[in-house]
């Protein structure tokens, strides 16, 4: 459900990020890992970012969530741009924008309880008292499917697809407007996949969120997106609703990923929510 | 030629790095040689002044660092007040003896220590192994300072072996055949101290070394080709594994280098060690310098070539460096 | 679990050791200060059950020494007075762990003394000696573990943390420091310091010359850890929900560390021991009259005392057990830390 005619939750304005590798005594040679960027999401619309390794999807997905900062361009979220706060504003911004990393072993800590997990950001951001915390830990376990039980296991115990339930559970703890989901479901088997998609949609009608869905599977992102975005080589080089894309692509890459994509998926599309 | 030369500079750093170190510490010790000096209330406070200024003691640090590194340049390595002669010649005597102990000991040990690894990686877990690892353990706790001891309380009670000394006092006027008797004597307790503490963890990283090469694919494939089993273990085996075992060998001579240094006091052995240890109790700044520097000086070469050895050994690292 | 109960059975062992250490003063007999000049250098002494008679007692008993006539250092059992051990005996004050003043010994003897390790130049009974010789050694041993590891974690983890220049020349340094040998680094730093001090002062000042001296190693291992631990993405995660420095390595960094810390120590502490055992044996460390392994040790390189005077080697055994729980322990943490594939 995209409605353009709705300011766009975020902005991204000519974004590129530039890295150079340094060693000493010698010159690094530089990568471009974003190339003049620009896109925007509607509010409580999902946007997917679909595009092969290395074409700077998650280097973007950093940069929207505050943990790496572009090298030039602006991005507009609430009203500024979050590309040039300072440490300290950026910090008071992140909350708002949270990422969902695609591995899950990873991306939470194995030795932490699944309670701890979820209360950390809330711990951080000293929002309640310690038995509000813990109350509102079990009440976002209990939202994404998780049991009261399993609050005291550690995180390394559970499977693939209950770890991106953590995973998404920690990041709705800090009420965020925006999802940024990188190859969330990649890691996941095929059942988990459906799974966690079914949550995330029902999650985005629930707390009204708006998610950019990071894929290199065209076939995933026409199932859950409203709009899709491809990039190649750290540009976006195509835009549109899923069925425009898949009918009839424009770009070198777009028809690459088409082609890619099974037949069955692109006849018989499902529209989210 | 690039990686030789990029050591070499290393190497030079290390020394350069070691020698600021250990004149820095030198030099925030409160008092100095003289100070034992001050308390005897027969000798002037003026003549201690004249003496400080002669072996330009009073002068501020970072210019008493820039004389020395000017005189080391030009072979002389400072005044030894307690011996009343000039460095160098004391430490080279006494450094030859430690090289030649150490280096012995190193031979021995390795020698010791890959038959006796490989035989325990070969029968891994069957008995061989089992007694070797155990013996290993057992060496292994018993401290290096128990153990010198121990053999020179041996050498003292059962006299079998003189307690101390390089060679006897007669020694010029002994055969070539004595002279050797005599040397190796006098050798055999101190190699033996240094040789058993220093064997246990050697064999143990070799048995590991070699067992993990063992189960390579390659191995199982050679041993399916028929191959002999002493050609497999020693053509095949052991060169597969010389990567980490020549950064052993850097480690070890490391190791031994601090281990001499006890072995050699408490046994009596005339090296760099009793004489760096009398030099510290007489406060004798630049002997102690000097001796501590050339014994890093050792270790920073010992590692030099175990580098370079590990550059032709490993042809891995060949083509990584032509890659860059 | 199997490795669980191995770690728990090796740090039993080390406990129990390290307890009749810390309660030197239940375990030894006398004071170990205390002076005999009748029984110089006097031997081991039996403990009997049966008397000349052919009597058994259940109570074991010592003939006291006496003086052989014209001699300075042989003795002759006096068998005309059999003297009975005393078990808890009520003797010589002292303080239980430091803190608690006590005067209750495991035994002890009436008017006689007996000496079951032999005595040394002033007749001071070497089993007391060696017990809180001990205490000074392993102190020495832990204290100086315990500063290079919390030396070589903080510089260790602020070089793997904060990376760049901090990292290169946190590097450099260490590999400075473990390019010099060991021992005569260690040897060298005591030799700058001042020698002749009070022996609490040269307690301190060893233990922190050893302290020091080795934070190279641990901190390599422990900057590994970190550079690793930084790059996984719940370090990140963190990050972006607000996370100062501070609590993540605290938090999540730290724990991470425990386990290199854990067998770092294991290694560690009884080679600080042995360090703490050559310096004074050396005599840079600590001196007489206190005891520690090292000094009691020192007497040896008297060649008179080495040839006639056998029972002056056992300190360098005491440790052993030491040794041998410590290499346990420290085989069992590897065990428990990586567990075999």
Known sequence: ?273 | MRFILRRLAHAAFLMFGASILTFLFASLAPGDYFDEMRLNTQIAPETILALRAQYQLDRPLPERYLRWIDSVIHGDLGYSFSYNSPVKPLLLVRARNTFFLTLTATLLTWGLALPLGVRSAEYLGRLPDSLISWTMAALLVIPELALALGLLLFAARSRWFPTGEMVSVDFSSLSPVHKLQDLVLHMTLPLLALVLTALPLLVRHVRAAIADVLEAPFMLAARGHGIPRHRLLYRYALPAAANPLISLFGFSIGALLSGSLLVEVVMGWPGLGPLLVEAILSRDLYLVIGGVLLSTLFLVIGNLIADLLLYWADPRIHADLVAK | ?341
Request: glycine fraction near 8%; aromatic fraction near 10%.
């Open chain 3, 1 to 341: 679990m199997n490795e669980r109960r191995q770690l728990a059975k090796w740090l039993i062992v080390l406990g129990v050791l390290h307890g009749v250490i810390a309660c030197a003063g239940f375990f030894a007999p006398y004071d170990p200060l205390e002076q005999d000049r009748e029984h110089p250098y006097a031997p081991p002494m039996k403990l009997h059950l049966t008397d000349t008679q052919g009597h058994f007692h259940l109570r074991p008993f010592f003939y006291p020494f006496r003086m052989r006539e014209g001699s300075l250092d042989q003795y002759d059992e006096d068998m005309s007075r059999a003297t009975p051990l005393i078990f808890f005996a009520d003797r010589s004050a002292y303080r239980l762990l430091g803190l608690v003043p006590c005067r209750l010994h495991l035994f002890g003897t009436g008017g006689e003394r007996v000496f079951l390790v032999g005595t040394d130049g002033f007749g001071r009974d070497q089993l007391s000696r060696i017990l809180y010789g001990g205490q000074v050694s392993l102190l020495a041993g832990l204290l100086g573990a315990g500063i290079t590891l919390l030396f070589g974690w903080g510089i260790g983890a602020a070089a793997g943390y904060y990376g760049g220049w901090r990292d290169e020349v946190l590097m450099r340094l260490s590999e400075l420091f473990l390019a010099l040998p060991w021992l005569y680094l260690l040897l060298g730093l005591r030799a700058f310091l001042p020698l002749a001090v009070s022996p609490l002062e040269a307690f301190l000042l060893i233990v922190i010359v050893i302290g020091l001296v080795g934070w190279a190693r641990p901190a390599r291992l422990i900057r590994g850890v970190v550079l690793s631990v930084k790059e996984r993405d719940f370090v990140r995660a963190a990050r972006g929900f607000g996370a100062p420095d501070g609590y993540l390595l605290l938090r999540h960094v730290l724990p991470e560390t425990s386990s290199v810390l854990l067998t770092q120590a294991a290694i560690l502490v009884p080679q600080y021991v042995l360090a703490e055992m050559t310096l004074s044996f050396l005599g840079l460390g600590v001196p007489q009259p206190l005891a520690s392994w090292g000094n009691l040790l020192a007497n040896l390189q008297q060649y008179s005392v080495l040839v006639s005077y056998w029972w002056m080697y056992l300190p360098a055994v005491a440790m052993v057990p030491f040794f041998l729980g410590y290499f346990g322990l420290s085989s069992a943490l590897q065990e428990w830390a990586t567990p075999h594939k």
């Open chain 1, 1 to 273: 459900m995209s409605s353009e005619c709705m300011q766009p939750l975020i902005r991204v304005e000519s974004v590129s990020k530039y890295y150079r590798h340094r060693r000493i005594l010698s010159s690094g040679h530089i990568v471009h890992a974003l190339n003049g960027v620009s896109l925007s999401v509607a509010p409580r619309s999902t946007l997917a970012l679909v595009g092969e390794s290395g074409s700077g999807k998650s280097t973007l997905a950093l940069c929207l969530a505050c943990l790496e900062r572009p090298s030039s361009g602006t991005i507009w979220f609430g009203g500024r741009d979050i590309a040039a706060l300072d440490e300290k504003q950026m910090r008071a911004v992140r909350p708002q924008v949270q990422l969902i990393f695609q591995d899950p072993a990873s991306s939470l800590n194995p030795r932490f309880t699944a309670l701890e997990i979820v209360t950390e950001p809330l711990v951080l951001q000293r929002r309640w008292k310690g038995r509000q915390t813990r109350e509102r830990g079990f009440a976002l376990l209990e939202r994404v499917g998780l049991s009261a039980e399993m609050a005291s296991r550690r995180a390394g115990e559970f499977s693939g697809g209950q770890k991106q339930r953590l995973a998404i559970a920690r990041a709705l703890s800090l009420e965020p407007k925006i999802l940024i989901l990188d190859e969330a479901l990649s890691a996941l088997d095929c059942s988990a996949q459906a799974r966690i998609t079914n949550l995330l949609l029902e999650l985005q009608s629930s707390f009204a969120l708006t998610y950019l869905f990071i894929t290199h599977d065209l076939a995933m992102a026409a199932h859950i997106a409203d709009e899709i975005a491809v990039m190649n080589r750290g540009r976006i080089v195509e835009q549109g609703v899923p069925q425009k894309l898949l009918d009839s692509p424009e770009h070198e890459a777009t028809r690459c990923l088409v082609t890619a994509t099974p037949q069955s998926i692109m006849t018989s599309r499902i529209s989210g929510a």
